[in-house]
Structure formats: structure tokens, C-alpha cells
């Protein structure tokens, strides 16, 4: 399915259209690697929003319904998103090797009665699907957690079908 | 493993025999797609307890150990896992096709202290094993979590293997 | 990759060479099984910190940040990984058929504050690495959650690609 669209489609110049710069993946935070590929299935570990200096921004810090508002918690999942291409692209060496996005995992630090998780998401999906397009419609699991690493906003984590 | 079984196992049969209706499968309530086929294996999205009318019944709303009595969670499980089972119904367009329940993760909306979370995931679980016998005996993790989209006391996501 | 790395690598030895003994495969504390193989993938349930008695030490249960102090929660996931590992050898009958640790999933059970979830989680994780070196290095996520099976203090789950 899809194969062979890499030709006509260049992912790299579609971030270019979007004004959108990959940062350079992220050491994880702890005592693992990034990714993994296992056949044509790449693993990619749970991102957090870092930003270019590495650091999480103050505004990306803390509980959604509670010292986040909803704009900045998607704004994080976005950056999340974008450390998660960061890692597919050290992985693969060229995103138009992705054949599909198979999965993302979303995981937000909230208030215990904080509902609108799936909108908060979205800031991550709709940035894939902005870049893959039909290749980048995924399946998505999203959930309120207790907290995060580094008491961040969001954490996103990818499953990917890579062409090898 | 288990190949050629579809010969003789009818999981639709099955259904009916339980009594059992397969909702339409639902929208997803955000942007992504309700499940990704990679090369055999059907990720399905995580799925809520959308009742036939495509709302959460009031009764399968809010916390585990709070609002909710375990009944009712155990009940919103059950509903998860056919709204799963309807996904995997559009993707294979025969559920004979499953050639195994690889994994089910359920996220249960609890307080804090609400440790009987295996027990409520038990609704999805006994109904998959009920209706796919061995070949629905799967892997499993099961969390309490913080919140879950518009408060749902339970959330189901699946992983299975196709016969393709 | 690492193919035919088992001739030279005996991780049953390196287990001795630890001065560690994996226990006996837990039973599930629910309706599921404790793994699935699907293809060369390795799919392992959410294993909690049961001791060789099959039960959760006290020192084991409650959340970090509350109860369980972090050195409690590293050798809880430690437990955890064991428990992880003696899946895996009961699935595949020797740990040298492990080509890769693809992915570790960390649940920790902790109070809304505690944002160290990482560092406990590496009590899992390093020793992975400890027991496989190089093809022991994993994915991962790790979140904070409400609360876990029986109270356990951490569940770990995992992936792994089997030499079949």
C-alpha cells in the first residue's frame, strides 16, 4: 500500500513548505535508545517536548486543567511530534522512507478531571498528517496520565512502516 | 499457528450465538484513523464506550472507585472491546480473518487508590476469549489513569494478527 | 542484526554471572495470557514486582512520591524486568533466542507531583541492558499513572525479537 509514492512525494521539502525545522533528536533522558527497528516496524521511544536548547520550555511544564492551558498543550504535543520525525529521520536517514505511520501513542499530563485529552493530541496529529499526508493518517491511543518525565505537558511515542 | 482454523471456527456465528450485535464502528473522536494495517498485523485505535447511538452511555462515565460501581466498569470494558471487534470487522471485512488476539491495552479511569483495575478490564477480556476461544487468548497490560477522552470510565486499544 | 550473536553470547550465563535467578513465569492475575508470539515479535504482558512467592512485598506496593521511596521503585522495576524476563524464557525456552529488546513500556504508580518516573524506570531498563549488552538496548516509554494492578508500584511490559 502506498509503495512506491516516495518518488512523488518528498517529505523533507513538504516540512520546508510548512516553515517546520526538524531539531536534532533528543538523547533520551534515561538509560535506553530512541528507537529501535525490528523487520520494516520502527519503534520510536516516548518524546518529550524539548526544545532546540534541549530544555523543556516552562510553558510546556505542568498539568493540562491545571497550569497549562489547552493552546500551549498543543503546542507541546506539536514539538513532541516533531521530536518524534527527529528520530525517524536519524533512524531512517530519509523520511520518504516512511511507507505509513502506524500508530502514535499520546500521553497527557492532566488534572484528574481533564476530559479534552484527545484535543490536546491533535496538535501532534494534525502535524503528521500536515507533513505525510495519507501516509501519515495513523491509529492513536490517548490518555490522562498522573504525571510525565520531566513534569512535561505531553509525551508522544510512534510505531512507523519503514521501506527497507 | 492456528492457520486454516477460519475453515472451521465462524466468529460471526459465535457472536450471534452470545447474542451479541456489532456496533457500527465508530468515528474516531479526533484526527486520526481507527486502525492501521502493517503487514499482518491490524492496529486498532483505542476505543471507547460508544454506545449504538455514538454517545457514552452516563452510566459508563467517570471514575472507577469514584462515580462509577465496578459493574458498570466491567460493562464499559465490555463495550470497548466491541467497538474494537467492529474495527477489526471493517479492516478484515470477515473476522474469521484474525488468526490471533495479539494484544489488548486497557486504560481504566480511577482514583488513586482503585487497584481492582485487572478486574474491570476483565469485561473486554472475557468477551474476546468468549468469542474468539484460543485464538482470542491474548497479551495484556492493564493501567489506571488519570482521565480518559470525554470521561470515559474505560479505554480499549487492540493488536491482532490477520491472515492476509 | 547481532544474527548468530547467541554462539558467542550466553545470556542464561550472564543471568549467573549477575547473581541472578529468574523466577518462575507469574501466572496472570486476570483473563489473559502472559505473552503472544506473532511473526519473530514477542509480545509480553504488563508484569508486576511478584516476588518468588507470587506476591507483591510490601516494600513494592504504593505510589512514589507517597509511600515508596525512589530505591523502592528501582528495585520494584527491577523486579518487574525480571518478572518480564522469565516470560520470555518460558515463551522461547532460551534467552539466547533474543535478537533484539525492542521495547519497554514503564508504568509508575505515583502521586501527581512525582515527576522522577524516569529514574525509577531505569531499574528495570539497566538491568536489561546489564543481562543482553548491546541488543538489550530498547525503546521505551514511561508515564506516571493513577494506579496499577494490586497496587504495584511499577508494571513493565515489553517487546522482543525472537531468533524462530
Do not use: W
Request: proline share 5%.
Amino acid at each position: 500500500m502506498l509503495m512506491g509514492s516516495h518518488a512523488t512525494n518528498n517529505v523533507e521539502r513538504r516540512l520546508k513548505e510548512l516553515g517546520l525545522t526538524l531539531p536534532g533528536p533528543a538523547a533520551p533522558v534515561a538509560a535506553y535508545v530512541p528507537y529501535v527497528m525490528t523487520g520494516d516496524l520502527l519503534v520510536v521511544s516516548g518524546q518529550l517536548p524539548l526544545g532546540p536548547d534541549g530544555k523543556i520550555d516552562a510553558a510546556h511544564r505542568g498539568k493540562l486543567g491545571g497550569a497549562i492551558f489547552n493552546e500551549a498543550g498543543q503546542a507541546a504535543a506539536r514539538v513532541c511530534a516533531l521530536n518524534v520525525l527527529a528520530q525517524v529521520k536519524a533512524a531512517t536517514g530519509n523520511l520518504d522512507r516512511v511507507r505509513r505511520v502506524v500508530r502514535l501513542g499520546g500521553f497527557i499530563n492532566c488534572v484528574p478531571d481533564f476530559s479534552a485529552v484527545p484535543a490536546i493530541m491533535n496538535g501532534a496529529s494534525d502535524l503528521i498528517i500536515k507533513i505525510f499526508g495519507e501516509r501519515g493518517r495513523h491509529a492513536r491511543s490517548t490518555i490522562g496520565v498522573a504525571q510525565l518525565p520531566l513534569d512535561a505537558a505531553v509525551e508522544v511515542e510512534g510505531m512507523f512502516e519503514i521501506e527497507v
